[in-house]
């Protein structure tokens, strides 16, 4: 467990220090540490927080304390295991109850980070919520790149393998825009302050937060769109070389059309038939034929169908 007073920066202290001291406290325990010593917290919730089935992040404003989950995508590899942990917190301080160790990394990157000026309970909660994100903007500008670059390969008529990509892209961009709203709501029950815990002039951290969580969600949008265009450009591109495959078989069979109406004519063998006997019958038939097909090739040209 980890207890730390929010001075003019993170302190780590005791257990005794956390509750007697009167200055607002950060405290990060397992699930087990927490049923052990709630009692300690006087925060009146019986709270029995399940890390392992935490779906969503969110804040439930109860009598005389706030209470919550927070679910973060592990944005650099979507496929690996969300984080998950709750918290409790009221106007003296916050607990967080975390079996996998992560909002200790979060409290420990803000203790190296970040020293105030007029330390608060409410600058704190802003600057763990902003280390959720930190990297968030490289990460869009990352994935705009990477768009940038398919959608080039695609016009150059390379755009099969970044395809496959570009379906991904999508996906981590859906979840993180179910993860920026779901910030975007907790962010918006901090600022509404039913408690009265924070104040008042403190709450506009929280609105801040709201405006750059709304921001990286637009971004997030704006991004999933444009996959969407970039695979309409693919589907584009995929029926344009469709319809010269296609136009390329239409000028064939009409050139040879009129050839094969020779050859089924003159291949009827009727006994009576006069070119047959003429000795200047085949050159005359391959010399029609050649006319014909260089005749139809001049004029797709002309009309622009090769």
Not at 37 to 59: Q, V
Not at 111 to 133: C, G, M, N, T, V
Not at 241 to 261: G, S
Request: proline share 2%; charged share 25%; hydrophobic share 40%.
């Amino acid at each position: 467990m980890m207890y730390y007073l929010i001075r003019d920066t993170l302190v780590e202290c005791s257990a005794e220090d956390c509750h007697g001291s009167g200055v607002p406290y950060v405290a990060v325990l397992t699930t087990e540490e927490w049923q052990s010593e709630r009692a300690g917290f006087d925060m009146g919730i019986d709270l029995e927080p399940d890390t392992k089935n935490i779906l969503n992040t969110k804040a439930e404003v109860n009598y005389d304390s706030l209470t919550g989950t927070f679910f973060i995508p592990n944005r650099r590899d979507f496929d690996k295991e969300e984080w998950r942990f709750a918290f409790a917190m009221d106007e003296k301080g916050i607990v967080f109850i975390d079996d996998g160790g992560y909002a200790g990394h979060l409290i420990r990157r803000v203790k190296r980070a970040k020293k105030w000026h007029i330390p608060s309970l409410e600058r704190f909660l802003y600057d763990f919520l902003e280390q959720i994100i930190y990297r968030d903007l490289s990460i869009m500008e990352g994935y705009e790149r990477e768009l940038d670059q398919i959608e080039t390969a695609i016009q150059d008529g390379e755009g099969e393998e970044g395809l496959i990509r570009l379906n991904t892209i999508r996906g981590e961009l859906r979840d993180l825009r179910i993860h920026y709203d779901q910030l975007i709501d907790l962010g918006q029950e901090l600022e509404e302050n039913e408690n009265g815990f924070f104040k008042s002039e403190n709450v506009r951290y929280f609105h801040l937060f709201t405006n750059r969580m709304t921001r990286l969600y637009d971004s997030a949008t704006s991004l999933r769109d444009y996959t969407m265009q970039v695979r309409d450009l693919y589907q584009a591109q995929l029926d344009i070389k469709q319809n010269r495959i296609m136009t390329v078989l239409t000028v064939v069979t009409t050139i040879f059309m009129p050839l094969t109406l020779i050859a089924g004519w003159y291949g009827m063998n009727f006994r009576y038939m006069p070119e047959l006997e003429s000795q200047w019958g085949y050159p005359i038939v391959i010399g029609v034929s050649l006319t014909i097909a260089i005749v139809s090739l001049i004029f797709f040209r002309k009309k622009k169908w090769l």
